[in-house]
T-cell receptor, first 111, second 113 residues
Framework: GEDVEQSLFLSVREGDSSVINCTYTDSSSTYLYWYKQEPGAGLQLLTYIFSNMDMKQDQRLTVLLNKKDKHLSLRIADTQTGDSAIYFCAESTSGTYKYIFGTGTRLKVLA | GAVVSQHPSRVICKSGTSVKIECRSLDFQATTMFWYRQFPKQSLMLMATSNEGSKATYEQGVEKDKFLINHASLTLSTLTVTSAHPEDSSFYIC?????????FGQGTRLTVV
């Protein structure tokens, strides 16, 4: 079945860039998403990318997609302490609203 | 963006009782909603797809008699955890989709004592 993998932890210093990686197996994925989850809270959509794109930039966030390798990354520029959270990548296929989530990456930003 | 409201945000119940969690799409109609479960420090696992006016579709390994889903209207889906046990303690999140985007509720933390 579909599988989405992420590294579990990432620690960066305030002001540095963070890069969170994600790999997926479903070649029919149409949309790929990045969500942020703060402690005890629901999910906040950060950004998403269509599978026919290879890059999307939105303020401090840059998403890169390598469809051939089924690899997705999220770069956060000038990382702040408020960015500390768990980041999930997720994929869905056109025509369904069923999301498959990655394992989540816990980002810790050190002051 | 669209708003999905989940209620309650926290609930503590005694073992053996049932708990109902509501998921409402406040500003759009959702024919399909989804229920996820999140174990501590783990990812979200899809439990079931809730379809308005018909039976829910459960993922493999999810007991449909244990987790009752009702989607009686285009704006409301409910998840009832029946005869709850401590192992049912978890964070439950619903989502409702509009066009290409899913909107998530704020989650319900269930603790069974």
């Amino acid at each position: 079945g579909e599988d989405v993998e992420q590294s579990l932890f990432l620690s960066v210093r305030e002001g540095d860039s963070s890069v969170i990686n994600c790999t997926y197996t479903d070649s029919s994925s149409t949309y790929l998403y990045w969500y942020k989850q703060e402690p005890g809270a629901g999910l906040q959509l950060l950004t998403y990318i269509f599978s026919n794109m290879d890059m999307k930039q939105d303020q401090r966030l840059t998403v890169l997609l390598n469809k051939k390798d089924k690899h997705l990354s999220l770069r956060i520029a000038d990382t702040q302490t408020g960015d500390s959270a768990i980041y999930f990548c997720a994929e869905s296929t056109s025509g369904t609203y069923k999301y498959i989530f990655g394992t989540g990456t816990r980002l810790k930003v050190l002051a | 963006g669209a708003v999905v409201s989940q209620h309650p945000s926290r609930v503590i119940c005694k073992s053996g009782t049932s708990v109902k969690i509501e998921c409402r799409s406040l500003d759009f109609q959702a024919t399909t909603m989804f229920w996820y479960r999140q174990f501590p420090k783990q990812s979200l696992m899809l439990m079931a797809t809730s379809n308005e006016g018909s039976k829910a579709t459960y993922e493999q390994g999810v007991e449909k008699d244990k987790f009752l889903i009702n989607h009686a209207s285009l704006t409301l889906s409910t998840l009832t955890v029946t005869s709850a046990h401590p192992e049912d303690s978890s964070f439950y999140i619903c989502s409702a989709s509009r066009r290409t985007e899913a909107f998530f509720g704020q989650g319900t933390r269930l603790t069974v004592v």
